[in-house]
């Protein structure tokens, strides 16, 4: 499955956000970038898999998880979502308690096959499928899995999903569980990358830095780490032109 690309916009766009050193986990948990349409990007660094984008007055939430996973996160404080996007059914980042504080009348809820199954609601997105959910916004759903021998059973091949937004020309990589899949070398001009770092689930430092290399964002978050040294990514990436920027993600 190949990804359209596209000509990546000024590097002064990215001058413009919420610049912070590489490894400064106590920064500012919500970055800003101009799309190419001129509009403002904004992500939030809520916790572990779970963030909220705000692109064009909208709404969009990834892996919300309220109270399931500390720090506790009362999501009837933020606004509703416009739209709600699910990777998998494990229980830190899937949250029905969550999803129903968020859901408004309109919210359109993306998930794969077994959320969906779970859940009862919302659109089922497999791997490869694509949706033009508003003007200027598409959502593709992109393969998620483990690849190390002992490992496979925690992310099976084909159930999961990444995701990829396209929000204005801009392209976010929200890879959910996964480790340095072969299929990262057909997603093609991604602006800003979330990857996952916390082995025996998801990718080792190196993997990471692999997988980054390999889609060569101009912004890394790893996120999703638990207790791994997520630093390690940072440094195994200095000096690729990655900007690597450590958030509370863990």
Same mark, same amino acid.
């Given at each position: 499955?190949?990804?359209?690309?596209?000509?990546? %916009?000024?590097?002064? !766009?990215? +001058? @413009?956000?919420?610049?912070?050193? *590489?490894?400064?986990?106590?920064? &500012?948990?919500?970055?800003?970038?101009?799309?190419?349409?001129?509009?403002?990007?904004?992500?939030?660094?809520?916790?572990?898999?779970?963030?909220?984008?705000?692109?064009?007055?909208?709404?969009?939430?990834?892996?919300?998880?309220?109270?399931?996973?500390?720090?506790?996160?009362?999501?009837?404080?933020?606004?509703?979502?416009?739209?709600?996007?699910?990777?998998?059914?494990?229980?830190?980042? %899937?949250?029905?308690? !969550?999803? +129903? @504080?968020?859901?408004?009348?309109? *919210?359109?809820?993306?998930?794969? &096959?077994?959320?969906?199954?779970?859940?009862?609601?919302?659109?089922?997105?497999?791997?490869?499928?694509?949706?033009?959910?508003?003007?200027?916004?598409?959502?593709?759903?992109?393969?998620?899995?483990?690849?190390?021998?002992?490992?496979?059973?925690?992310?099976?091949?084909?159930?999961?999903?990444?995701?990829?937004?396209?929000?204005?020309?801009?392209?976010?990589?929200?890879?959910?569980?996964?480790?340095?899949?072969?299929?990262? +070398?057909?997603?093609?001009?991604?602006?800003?990358?979330?990857?996952?770092?916390?082995?025996?689930?998801?990718?080792?430092?190196?993997?990471?830095?692999?997988?980054?290399?390999?889609?060569?964002?101009?912004?890394?978050?790893?996120?999703?780490?638990?207790?791994?040294?997520?630093?390690?990514?940072?440094?195994?990436?200095?000096?690729?032109?990655?900007?690597?920027?450590?958030?509370?993600?863990?």
């Amino acid at each position: 499955m190949k990804l359209p690309c596209r000509t990546f %916009f000024a590097m002064s !766009a990215f +001058a @413009a956000s919420a610049m912070v050193a *590489t490894g400064d986990a106590a920064a &500012p948990r919500t970055d800003t970038f101009q799309a190419p349409d001129g509009q403002t990007v904004a992500f939030t660094c809520i916790k572990h898999g779970s963030l909220r984008i705000q692109y064009g007055g909208l709404e969009i939430q990834v892996d919300p998880v309220g109270q399931g996973l500390p720090p506790a996160t009362d999501y009837a404080a933020f606004p509703k979502a416009d739209l709600i996007l699910v990777t998998h059914e494990h229980f830190d980042h %899937f949250d029905r308690d !969550a999803i +129903a @504080a968020l859901r408004k009348d309109g *919210t359109e809820i993306v998930v794969n &096959p077994a959320v969906h199954g779970m859940l009862g609601a919302g659109r089922a997105m497999a791997n490869g499928d694509r949706f033009d959910w508003r003007g200027g916004i598409a959502i593709d759903a992109v393969p998620a899995y483990n690849t190390t021998p002992g490992h496979l059973q925690f992310h099976p091949k084909g159930r999961d999903n990444g995701y990829v937004l396209t929000l204005g020309g801009l392209r976010v990589y929200i890879a959910g569980d996964t480790e340095d899949i072969p299929e990262m +070398a057909n997603l093609s001009g991604i602006d800003i990358a979330f990857l996952p770092c916390n082995q025996p689930y998801t990718m080792t430092p190196e993997q990471a830095a692999s997988a980054a290399r390999t889609l060569s964002p101009k912004v890394l978050f790893p996120y999703h780490y638990g207790a791994t040294p997520v630093r390690r990514v940072a440094d195994l990436l200095d000096g690729s032109g990655i900007d690597v920027r450590i958030r509370d993600y863990q």
